[in-house]
């Protein structure tokens, strides 16, 4: 293989590997919650502003991503002690302390 089609290759592996890395980045951003309208502001940046806003979205909006898990609201469940909703987050209301254990009602 001569110089010219080893690079016409390494730059055809390149583009394939980026395009998969922008393709995962975007179905990430609509896969996870961020706070307001951050969500809408990820996909413009990583979709205009390649490869810049996907290197920027890997180092600074993973780590804006809310974890939804954690913040499940139990359904017409409210705290003993303070009266807020409950939400699941190590067994305890976020407000007051109140250790709470069950399945929501």
Same mark, same amino acid.
């Given at each position: 293989?001569?110089?010219?089609?080893?690079?016409?290759?390494?730059?055809?592996?390149?583009?394939?590997?980026y395009?998969?890395? !922008?393709?995962?980045?975007?179905?990430?951003?609509?896969?996870?919650?961020?706070?307001?309208?951050?969500?809408?502001? !990820?996909?413009?940046?990583?979709?205009?502003?390649?490869?810049?806003g996907?290197?920027?979205?890997? !180092?600074?909006?993973?780590?804006?991503?809310?974890?939804?898990?954690?913040k499940?609201?139990?359904?017409?469940?409210?705290?003993?002690?303070?009266?807020?909703?409950?939400?699941?987050?190590?067994?305890?209301?976020?407000?007051?302390?109140?250790?709470?254990?069950?399945?929501?009602?």
């Amino acid at each position: 293989m001569d110089l010219g089609n080893f690079m016409l290759f390494a730059i055809g592996v390149l583009m394939v590997a980026y395009s998969v890395a !922008w393709i995962l980045a975007i179905v990430d951003i609509l896969k996870h919650d961020f706070n307001s309208s951050n969500k809408i502001i !990820w996909i413009v940046a990583v979709v205009f502003f390649s490869p810049f806003g996907l290197l920027a979205y890997q !180092w600074i909006g993973k780590n804006q991503r809310l974890n939804v898990a954690v913040k499940k609201e139990f359904p017409n469940r409210e705290c003993p002690r303070c009266g807020l909703p409950l939400y699941i987050e190590d067994g305890q209301c976020e407000i007051c302390g109140q250790a709470v254990y069950g399945r929501a009602v």
